[in-house]
T-cell receptor, first 109, second 112 residues
Framework: QKEVEQDPGPLSVPEGAIVSLNCTYS??????FMWYRQYSRKGPELLMY????GNKEDGRFTAQVDKSSKYISLFIRDSQPSDSATYLCARYSTGKLIFGQGTTLQVKP | DAGITQSPRHKVTETGTPVTLRCHQTENHRYMYWYRQDPGHGLRLIHY???????DKGEVSDGYSVSRSKTEDFLLTLESATSSQTSVYFC???????????FGEGSRLTVL
């Protein structure tokens, strides 16, 4: 079993929709949870991170962690065509960052 | 942009030949990483380094070796390339606290 599991999609939504991206993880050690965004033919960039259960907001983006169910979510409100990218969840612990498979999102105008 | 460069950016080689990819940073970060990215698998950690001459294996280390003789350089070597190692390889650097990695632009390797 992969340490971080993510539905690869692809996911296609109309502009303005609320997007929900989800991951599950298997390791219970203390760790940070991250969301990275990757545009085509580019390296990933950090979008958000959190280390505790609950929600963390940053503009139109909300990261949610439920440690009891080992579930990580990213919500995008009022999605824009510029949000079209691959979104990768990851867990960071003891110097290692392990990614899920990534979900490709397309937001159509 | 974080000061990280990968070379070469593109390489085509034949099965059985050795290949070395280089990652160079100007940020003096302690941690350096090599990932490969393939469709359906996302980014998978090959090896990482937590200091000069200090390296450890990742998820998919078989067939790969690394070296770090200076803080700024992290080399990934395929001793005898195979077609299954055709991939896009990303180097990343980190200060090592929160998991914020800065990625290079990637090196596209094709093994025929």
């Amino acid at each position: 079993q992969k340490e971080v599991e993510q539905d690869p999609g692809p996911l296609s939504v109309p502009e303005g929709a609320i997007v929900s991206l989800n991951c599950t993880y298997s390791n219970s050690a203390f760790q940070y949870f991250m969301w990275y965004r990757q545009y085509s033919r580019k390296g990933p960039e950090l979008l958000m991170y959190t280390y505790s259960s609950g929600n963390k907001e940053d503009g139109r983006f909300t990261a949610q962690v439920d440690k009891s169910s080992k579930y990580i979510s990213l919500f995008i409100r009022d999605s824009q065509p510029s949000d079209s990218a691959t979104y990768l969840c990851a867990r960071y612990s003891t110097g290692k960052l392990i990614f899920g498979q990534g979900t490709t999102l397309q937001v159509k105008p | 942009d974080a000061g990280i460069t990968q070379s070469p950016r593109h390489k085509v080689t034949e099965t059985g030949t050795p290949v070395t990819l280089r990652c160079h940073q100007t940020e003096n970060h302690r941690y350096m990483y090599w990932y490969r990215q393939d469709p359906g698998h996302g980014l998978r950690l090959i090896h990482y380094s937590y200091g000069v001459k200090d390296t450890d294996k990742g998820e998919v280390s078989d067939g790969y070796s690394v070296s770090r003789s200076k803080t700024e350089d992290f080399l990934l070597t395929l001793e005898s390339a195979t077609s299954s190692q055709t991939s896009v390889y990303f180097c990343a650097i980190s200060g090592g606290v929160t998991g914020e990695l800065f990625f290079g632009e990637g090196s596209r390797l094709t093994v025929l």
